[in-house]
Nanobody, 121 residues
Framework: QVQLVESGGGLVQAGGSLRLSCAAS??????MGWFRQAPGKEREFVAA????????YYVDSVQGRFTISRDYAKNTVYLQMNSLKPEDTAVYYC????????????????WGQGTQVTVSS
């Protein structure tokens, strides 16, 4: 059974940092990514990572502040979030798929339960 389990969300002041983790079990994937959904908004792409070569892709709004990375041995992907802003407040979802490193939501097959990130001003 495939599971994606996220952790690491919380409340932080603007300018602070958080690291999200997503542990995958049941199989390995070609691509893993992070999406987020703020209240009243669509779920949007944040970052993606190609598992084999570590290629990465970010939405412009987080480029230079967020870093996606992986740990092969733990089958885990991370999202290091620095210089957080109030507009980063959202539920963050881990996702996994078998296509290329993509920002397209429909390309991801498995999803985690989400973890809340709240950035206060």
């Amino acid at each position: 059974q495939v599971q994606l389990v996220e952790s690491g969300g919380g409340l932080v002041q603007a300018g602070g940092s958080l690291r999200l983790s997503c542990a995958a079990s049941g199989r390995t994937f070609r691509t893993m990514g992070w999406f987020r959904q703020a209240p009243g908004k669509e779920r949007e792409f944040v970052a993606a990572l190609g598992w084999a070569y570590g290629s990465t892709y970010y939405v412009d709004s987080v480029q230079g502040r967020f870093t996606i990375s992986r740990d092969y041995a733990k089958n885990t992907v991370y999202l290091q979030m620095n210089s957080l802003k109030p507009e980063d407040t959202a539920v963050y979802y881990c996702a996994a798929g078998f296509g290329g490193t993509t920002m397209t939501r429909d390309d991801y097959v498995y999803w985690g339960q989400g973890t809340q990130v709240t950035v206060s001003s």
